[in-house]
């Protein structure tokens, strides 16, 4: 079965860091965009982060500096490292695929993992 | 503040036709970047209704439609039901921000 599953989430305290994983089946990662999209409770949608089939990447001027995206392909996972959380960072973080591989749309998505930043 | 704009909220009777709107600008829609659209039903993770503008992915029903002019697209949904009470969003590229970008969402209420 094709899929994405998030796990890593959880409570942490402002300033701290967590590391979130993507685990998928049915696809390869490194041949395909892969995003984190996140959600803060209550609103909409925001992109955080890209890894490209290349291995370059990017991110939302909001995670800048604080936030790693990363893969490792022998376990065909995707992952994020936060540091330095901070309150506005609370959201249900989603993996997602771009099997279009450039023209950004996310045809996968998995169930997500809920961050609450909060001491 | 969100870089694509879309109402708030819409609604519409069973068996009607409702439009939702989605405005960018010249470095995202009006650039030439695709818009896709997604629902998302309480509760669940987003799913891709329309990709490339007007296209559907299989499994959707044809009930969904997409356009694009300019620097706007708008999802269109005929044939009103029940089941598609949700949060509706778009998303393109902005060439500015070298990324994606999302709608603020739009409600649809089913009366």
């Known amino acids: 079965e094709v899929q994405l599953v998030e796990s890593g989430g959880g409570l942490v305290q402002p300033g701290g860091s967590l590391r979130l994983s993507c685990a998928a089946s049915g696809f390869t990662v490194s041949s395909n965009y892969m995003s984190w999209v996140r959600q803060a409770p209550g609103k909409g949608l925001e992109w955080v982060s890209v890894i490209y089939i290349g ?47 450039g023209y950004w749309y996310f045809d996968l998505w998995g169930r997500g993992t809920l961050v609450p930043v909060s001491s | 503040q969100s870089v694509l704009t879309q109402p708030p909220s819409v609604s519409g009777a069973p068996g009607q036709r409702v439009t939702i709107s989605c405005t960018g600008s010249s470095s995202n829609i009006g650039a ?80």
Not at chain 2, 48 to 60: A, F
Not at chain 2, 78 to 89: F, K, V
């Open chain 2, 32 to 111: 030439g970047s695709d818009v896709h659209w997604y629902q998302q039903l309480p509760g669940t993770a987003p799913k891709l209704l329309i990709y490339g503008s007007s296209n559907r992915p299989s499994g959707v029903p044809d009930r969904f439609s997409g356009s694009k002019s300019g620097t706007s697209a708008s999802l269109a949904i005929t044939g009103l039901q029940a089941e598609d009470e949700a949060d509706y969003y778009c998303q393109s590229y902005d060439s500015s921000l070298s990324g994606s970008v999302f709608g603020g969402g739009t409600k649809l209420t089913v009366l």
């Open chain 1, 55 to 101: 291995g370059s990447t990017n991110y939302a001027d909001s995670v800048k500096g604080r936030f790693t995206i990363s893969r490792e392909n022998s376990k065909n996972t995707l992952y994020l490292q936060m540091n330095s959380l901070r309150a506005e960072d609370t959201a249900v973080y989603y993996c997602v695929r771009d099997r279009s591989n």
